[in-house]
């Protein structure tokens, strides 16, 4: 399939703001797609290149884009950044730059899907001494070959920033209508699979049964069921009756999957962090009395004097570790609590009610006191034993009590009711960092107003909920903007547009609605907690979640 041809999809899906007819037109062109395409077109649909499991990642930001459109272009670098400003879109930017230099050389051959992914590939693969280099060489081979439509579509896949206003729920949708299937089995393969194209694949070749009969695998993560915060503790147990309370420890969630010998971790954000956490694998590798596993904790550095949980600062740094790994074991060790079972011995759990899987897990695992147990936990009915759970929790150093509900299953990726987290403080948000403000007097030099934005889970769009600036301490400014100034897309008046990647944790006074912002909210007196690298920009905090938050605000006054 040439690409010109996915090319025209997404400009018909550019073109609408109807969901029925962004599915109609996806379900369309997924029945036309060759089945030796069908494992890879579904996600560049919502426009990802490899599942969000996959160690692969483009490693491509804005800076060296604009060397590769430059190069082919026969410009410069900066020429491109003040082009892209000025058109206020990467996407269309390039498309007017490709579209002058078509004038003087004809493109000569045809893009295929299959030649474009992997191109894609071996830029993910490009590591080691020169890999910059030969990014750029890559890519810029690409674009000497793309109409200037086709320009611009493939610089927004490579900033992950499509913009046709599909996100995973209409593509679910999508391939349900495509292949006569109903939306439920396409969304339960998808939990499972963790994966569009297989999940494609199978509803095309076998329907329904194919669709079922896809299983979880060990080694390949599975998203993870979020908490709710809880309206109240009283409110939670008029509605659950009896349920499980256990200690929110304020770390880090690892996914572990074991087969055999050979233990993987998985971050919340699904990487591999296996190679940063010896101590935890060798130890999930004696304990899990099983052949084949998958089951989730959550990992606590607790300081071995004060017997206190660290700062998640520390936690993270262990994560990101790739030298040094058992020096940095030694400085802070970890401990890790369990709290669910996703999978045992060929057979998926997540149906179970949580009761099960929590005694199941029980039942596979030979904790070690301190270092590799469950999560503590407590069965009850009476709301005043989980007042004293929940201070004994708080008095203990830790986040505050999870409350879940024992009947449950496990919904990957959903939050929906099933945990529900207390914690002492108005609820924090996480979101995206999208754009920013160069400082002034003091702060010149230094990014010091930052664009935050939350996502709109139908479209997968990023809309602005305010503005943050205080708050922020020097040391801040400095991480924050060496951090955001190589994800500069463009600059204006002072104000620069970041490709989404920065997840901060925002704490407020409060949510108001905003006739002012894209999103129809806005933050009061915002302020940064932390930097949070564990979650990715399509795991930050949702404007349907914001609405959430500003209902339940409103009803507790
Ligand atoms: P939050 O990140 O604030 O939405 O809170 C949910 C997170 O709390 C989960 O993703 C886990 O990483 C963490 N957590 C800590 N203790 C538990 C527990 N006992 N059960 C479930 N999640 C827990």
């Given at each position: 399939?040439?690409?010109?041809?996915?090319?025209?999809?997404?400009?018909?899906?550019?073109?609408?703001?109807?969901?029925?007819?962004?599915?109609?037109i996806v379900a369309r062109f997924l029945r036309e797609v060759p089945e030796d395409l069908l494992d890879i077109i579904p996600s560049l649909l919502i426009g990802r290149v490899f599942p969000e499991w996959s160690e692969l990642e483009l490693g491509i930001g804005p800076s060296l884009l604009y060397e590769a459109v430059a190069f082919v272009c026969g410009t410069r670098a900066s020429e491109v950044k003040g082009i892209?400003?000025?058109?206020?879109?990467?996407?269309?930017?390039?498309?007017?730059?490709?579209?002058?230099?078509?004038?003087?050389?004809?493109?000569?051959?045809?893009?295929?899907?299959?030649?474009?992914?992997?191109?894609?590939?071996?830029?993910?693969?490009?590591?080691?001494?020169?890999s910059q280099d030969r990014k750029v060489r890559i890519l810029a081979d690409l674009l000497a070959s793309a109409s200037p439509k086709e320009?611009?579509?493939?610089?927004?896949?490579?900033?992950?920033?499509?913009?046709?206003?599909?996100?995973?729920?209409?593509?679910?949708?999508?391939?349900?209508?495509?292949?006569?299937?109903s939306v439920s089995?396409?969304?339960?393969?998808?939990?499972?699979?963790?994966?569009f194209g297989t999940v494609a694949r199978a509803a095309k070749l076998e329907g329904e049964e194919g669709l079922a009969r896809i299983k979880m695998e060990v080694g390949r993560p599975i998203k993870p069921m979020l908490a709710q915060l809880a309206p109240s503790i009283e409110k939670v147990f008029e509605e659950l009756g009896s349920?499980?309370?256990?200690?929110?420890?304020?770390?880090?969630?690892?996914?572990?999957?074991?087969?055999?010998?050979?233990?993987?971790?998985?971050?919340?954000?699904?990487?591999?962090?296996?190679?940063?956490?010896?101590?935890?694998?060798?130890?999930?590798?004696?304990?899990?009395?099983?052949?084949?596993?998958?089951?989730?904790?959550?990992?606590?550095?607790?300081?071995?004097?004060?017997?206190?949980?660290?700062?998640?600062?520390?936690?993270?740094?262990?994560?990101?570790?790739?030298?040094?790994?058992?020096?940095?074991?030694?400085?802070?060790?970890?401990?890790?609590?369990?709290?669910d079972i996703l999978y045992l011995e060929g057979e998926?759990?997540?149906?179970?009610?949580?009761?099960?899987?929590?005694?199941?897990?029980?039942?596979?695992?030979?904790?070690?006191?301190?270092?590799?147990?469950?999560?503590?936990?407590?069965v009850t009915g009476d709301v005043k034993r989980a007042h004293e759970f929940y201070s004994?929790?708080?008095?203990?150093?830790?986040?505050?009590?999870?409350?879940?509900?024992?009947?449950?299953?496990?919904?990957?990726?959903?939050?929906?009711?099933?945990m529900y987290k207390v914690k002492p403080v108005m609820e924090t948000l996480d979101l995206v960092i999208t754009g920013a403000l160069w400082g002034t007097g003091k702060r010149a030099g230094w990014l010091s107003s930052y664009?935050?934005?939350?996502?709109?889970?139908?479209?997968?769009?990023?809309?602005?909920?305010?503005?943050?600036?205080?708050?922020?301490?020097?040391?801040?400014?400095?991480?924050?903007?060496?951090?955001?100034?190589?994800?500069?897309?463009?600059?204006?008046?002072?104000?620069?547009?970041?490709?989404?990647s920065v997840v901060v944790e925002v704490a407020y006074q409060e949510i108001q609605r905003s006739p002012n912002y894209a999103s129809g909210f806005a933050l009061r007196f915002p302020r940064v907690v932390r930097i949070r690298d564990d979650k990715s920009p399509e795991e930050a905090d949702t404007v349907q979640r914001v609405k959430e938050l500003y209902e339940m605000q409103r009803q507790a006054r």
């Open positions: 399939m040439e690409y010109s041809r996915l090319v025209s999809v997404y400009e018909s899906l550019e073109a609408t703001s109807s969901k029925l007819e962004k599915t109609e892209v400003a000025r058109a206020g879109d990467v996407g269309e930017a390039v498309e007017q730059l490709l579209a002058r230099k078509v004038q003087l050389t004809l493109f000569a051959r045809k893009l295929l899907v299959r030649e474009v992914y992997e191109a894609f590939k071996k830029i993910a693969l490009a590591s080691g001494a020169g320009g611009k579509y493939l610089v927004r896949t490579v900033l992950g920033e499509l913009r046709v206003g599909v996100a995973e729920g209409l593509l679910r949708d999508a391939i349900a209508q495509a292949f006569n299937v089995a396409v969304e339960r393969a998808y939990m499972v699979a963790n994966d349920a499980a309370l256990e200690i929110k420890y304020d770390g880090a969630r690892v996914q572990i999957h074991k087969r055999g010998d050979e233990v993987k971790i998985f971050s919340r954000r699904l990487e591999n962090v296996t190679s940063a956490l010896p101590d935890i694998a060798r130890r999930a590798a004696r304990a899990i009395k099983a052949e084949e596993a998958i089951v989730e904790g959550e990992a606590v550095a607790i300081d071995p004097k004060t017997r206190r949980p660290r700062a998640f600062q520390d936690i993270l740094r262990r994560f990101r570790r790739k030298y040094d790994v058992e020096k940095m074991m030694e400085e802070i060790p970890f401990e890790t609590y369990l709290f998926v759990m997540i149906d179970l009610p949580f009761e099960k899987r929590r005694q199941k897990l029980g039942e596979v695992v030979e904790e070690e006191k301190g270092k590799f147990e469950l999560a503590e936990q407590l004994r929790a708080l008095a203990k150093g830790h986040e505050g009590m999870m409350i879940k509900n024992l009947k449950a299953p496990y919904i990957p990726g959903a939050r929906v009711g099933y664009i935050l934005a939350a996502r709109d889970e139908d479209t997968g769009e990023l809309l602005e909920v305010g503005r943050v600036g205080t708050g922020v301490t020097e040391e801040q400014l400095e991480e924050f903007t060496a951090r955001l100034k190589p994800l500069i897309e463009f600059e204006e008046a002072g104000e620069v547009r970041l490709k989404p």
